[in-house]
């Protein structure tokens, strides 16, 4: 049986790994290759990597970092951040990424998910949505342009029918606020898509992530509660598993 | 063709080596072949015969028997034909053909692709999944699967429905999952293709 994944989500930035909040604030988690490493050695499912100097400042992706991640990690590495064309992805998969997550560049370009995702596969592309509410309304946001007026499943179905492999899902209002997942959010998505959604932003205790995934995600991603907090994505593994939803238990 | 550092650095943890290569001599001076591989079937077949890479990898896997490892589409290449994007034929050791997840007949929807952790269930002695737990979650990504009626089955996953997720038939050892992606029961896997004797 298929397992639900508990994916932790960190950012790049001046060489640190940090957390943001709400996109904004950054907390410190620690240097990238010692927290790849743990994260390793505890088994997480999945590693996602933002490198967000690359995709806010215009600056060129990190590579001598990724690689450095890359090399400690035995689970899938997914890299988003700053991906702007098919070199940068074959830059970035020969780093050691497993997967790309493209957000801004699919935004301007939609044709761009065929183009990549006929060289490298559907199941290398994940692509990222970020959402706002504004006015009781989900609208799709981008960091350097702000709040668009895009409908963010209907955004999602186009993605899947461009040869998105997943969907990455971020609430920038929940992003590292510890009140629990987006679940208007991910209602909306519920049934909707036939590639899987990782929902993103807001874990603050174990539970939220039983709701989050009853609830229509087919995985999970956070980063305040594995560092800032007593949980460990395990302790996240138990809880699901006692409301019993499939999750790898590690060995 | 996807993500070859990553089984490289694989067999370096397990303080072996692999080289990356389309020479036709490393190719023949190896002791072991590896075909890993994401992307398309027909990419996959198309880059192997411009490559002229076909009739040798015949010659080293099937007549002096080298182990061969095959990864995810390095797998589905061994089959017969593969009907993503129209019918490919492939390399033909197993009698088999790889065909798309379809749930439209079930009432439950899964996703397509299949990503994540899954468990492989064993069907029969696999040598390379020695002192590895029956049932061990490993790591998924594909949309196509392997159909086989031979004997070659050595474990099956759940999905809906129970596909092959392993292989096993005289030196072909192939993996739907990726070893190099599913940490130490994955690691462990590699190992044991490093440590098998070799027969040539």
């Known amino acids: ?251 | 063709m996807g993500n070859l550092r990553s089984v490289q650095k694989a067999f370096e943890k397990v303080g072996s080596n692999a080289v990356i290569s389309n020479d036709m001599s490393v190719i023949q001076n190896a002791s072991k072949i590896v075909l890993p591989g994401v992307g398309s079937f027909r990419d996959g077949m198309k880059h192997l015969k411009e490559l002229n890479l076909i009739a040798l990898l015949n010659e080293e896997v099937l007549e002096k028997k080298k182990p061969f490892l095959g990864i995810c589409l390095g797998m589905q290449l061994v089959a017969s034909k593969s009907y993503e994007n129209g019918i490919t034929e492939g390399l033909d050791w197993i009698d088999s053909e790889v065909v798309k997840f379809d749930f439209k007949a079930l009432e439950k929807q899964f996703k397509v692709p299949h990503v994540g952790w899954n468990n492989a269930k064993y069907k029969k002695e696999n040598i390379l999944f020695r002192d590895i737990t029956d049932s061990s979650d490993f790591y998924f990504v594909h949309s196509y699967y392997f159909k086989t009626q031979e004997d070659v089955i050595s474990s099956i996953t759940d999905y809906g429905f129970d596909f092959v997720s392993s292989v096993n038939k005289d030196n072909i050892y192939a993996f739907q999952f990726h070893p190099e992606k599913s940490q130490g029961v994955g690691l462990k896997i590699i190992e044991n293709f490093v440590n098998l004797e070799n027969i040539c």
Request: glycine residues 8%.
């Open chain 1, 1 to 251: 049986m298929l397992k639900h994944r508990i994916i932790p989500c960190v950012l790049l930035k001046d060489w640190q790994l940090v957390k943001s909040i709400g996109f904004d604030s950054f907390r410190t988690i620690g240097h990238p290759t010692s927290t790849a490493r743990i994260y390793n050695a505890r088994n997480v499912d999945e590693l996602i990597v933002l490198d967000i100097d690359a995709s806010v400042d215009g600056e060129e992706i990190n590579y001598e970092i990724i690689t450095d991640i890359a090399d400690e990690c035995f689970m899938p590495l997914t890299i988003g951040g700053g991906i702007k064309s098919i070199d940068d992805i074959y830059a970035v998969l020969n780093a050691g990424a497993d997967k790309v997550a493209l957000n801004s560049i699919i935004l301007e370009d939609i044709t761009f998910i065929k183009k990549a995702s006929s060289i490298f596969g559907v199941q290398c592309i994940v692509c990222s949505i970020d959402v706002k509410k504004i006015d009781g309304e989900y609208k799709v946001f981008n960091k350097n342009r702000g709040i668009l007026d895009l409908d963010p499943v209907a955004l999602a179905l186009s993605y899947q029918e461009y040869g998105a492999g997943e969907i990455l899902l971020t609430s920038v209002d929940k992003e590292g606020s510890t009140t629990g997942y987006d679940i208007g959010l991910i209602s909306l998505f519920k049934n909707r898509l036939e590639i899987p959604i990782i929902l993103n932003g807001g874990m603050g205790k174990p539970e939220d992530a039983v709701s989050a995934i009853q609830n229509g995600a087919d995985a999970i991603a956070a980063a305040y509660i594995f560092h800032f907090s007593q949980y460990t994505p395990n302790d996240i593994k138990q809880k699901l598993k006692e409301n019993h939803l499939s999750v790898r238990i590690n060995v």
